[in-house]
């Protein structure tokens, strides 16, 4: 709580509604949008190829994938203010609970790269087996991280505390993203390929459910009390929501070409969607389960993170 109000004390207005933060591929920078006008307020220099993203108090986490290398941005200044070097095509991005440690997939090292987040030193190197990690998310507890690997029909557990691959998981064809429910008793994981959800047992590593999705299911993002998840659908240009009391599809809304990673506001009353072909966001109203209003970004928009 300290640390929070330190925060808003430190930043001023600027940290009074949430912003939303928006790689956008082709543009090199970070469109970020305020999230209660939701509309661009401004724009940040974010290198050649920004895709994966994270934040952390004062600082985003942001993958450059031709430099091969991770960015290091204040929010206040809006610049960037380290680069660290990674291995191979880094792409997906996550913070621990705990906010001290980063993890980055990395595709073309088949490894997730752990980096302290204060200091940007590098902790370890985790090879996987699967090819092609794209995403490697933590778990609530911060005990695992849950990696999807892209050219394989598996998600890799790697033990944090121990820093290597220690079980995997069989699902469909070409996982991408990943989502905990809160208490961390299951996953759920999009197969583009399979056009399906796999509803996961977290505790055992083991799959409970396969729920068919959209056509090329991708991004995915949980409600924050774990009631409902949401799945990008990229060809489909939707997003289907799931009940997790069910693990079935109730509702289907319609976005804009290619969705594909997304982001909850804090209060889950807002879901943002990037649509990487029709360059915009998308905002759905998850009370009403009906898109509200597209935002136009930068050029292909890979993702969205919120604070």
């Known amino acids: 709580m300290k640390l929070f109000l330190a925060l808003m004390l430190a930043g001023g207005a600027a940290w009074a509604n949430p912003m939303a933060y928006v790689p956008n591929e082709r543009s090199g920078t970070l469109s970020v949008i305020d999230t209660t006008l939701d509309r661009v307020v401004g724009e940040i ?15 985003i986490y942001v993958s450059d994938q031709p430099k091969n290398a991770l960015h290091v941005i204040h929010t206040g200044r809006r610049a960037i203010e380290r ?14 609970p ?13 490894a997730v790269i752990l980096i302290d987040a204060a200091s940007g030193a590098l902790l370890a190197t985790v090879k996987t087996e ?3 990690p794209e995403h490697a998310v933590f778990s609530p507890d911060g005990r695992w991280l849950y990696v999807s690997a892209e050219d394989a029909s598996q998600v890799d557990v790697v033990e944090v505390a121990k820093k290597a691959q220690t079980a995997r998981i069989e699902v469909g064809k070409r996982p991408r993203g990943i989502a905990f429910t809160p208490d961390g008793a299951r996953a759920y994981v999009a197969c583009e390929l399979a056009n399906t959800v796999y ?16 056509e090329f299911s991708n991004g995915v993002a949980m409600r924050p009390d774990g009631k409902r998840v949401y799945v990008s659908n990229g060809r489909g240009a939707s997003v289907s929501i799931i009940d997790t009391a069910t693990n079935a599809v109730v509702a289907t809304v319609p976005v804009g070409q290619r969705p594909w ?3 909850l506001t804090p209060d889950g009353r807002k879901l943002y969607v990037a649509n990487g072909r029709s360059n915009s966001v998308s905002v759905i ?3 009403t389960q009906r898109r509200v209003t597209d935002i136009t970004v930068g050029s292909f928009p ?5 604070f």
């Open 130 to 132: 699967g090819q092609n």
């Open 285 to 287: 109203d998850t009370a």
């Open 45 to 59: 220099a974010a290198g050649s190829k920004p895709r994966g993203i994270a934040i952390n108090g004062e600082r």
């Open 261 to 263: 990673n997304m982001a």
């Open 83 to 96: 680069t660290i070097a990674l291995g191979e095509s880094p792409e997906g991005v996550s913070l621990s």
């Open 302 to 306: 890979w993702g969205v993170a919120i």
């Open 98 to 110: 705990d906010g001290r440690t980063v993890a980055v997939a990395s595709e073309l090292a088949n």
């Open 199 to 214: 509803a996961i047992d977290a505790r055992a590593h083991r799959v409970i459910v396969p729920i068919p999705a959209g």
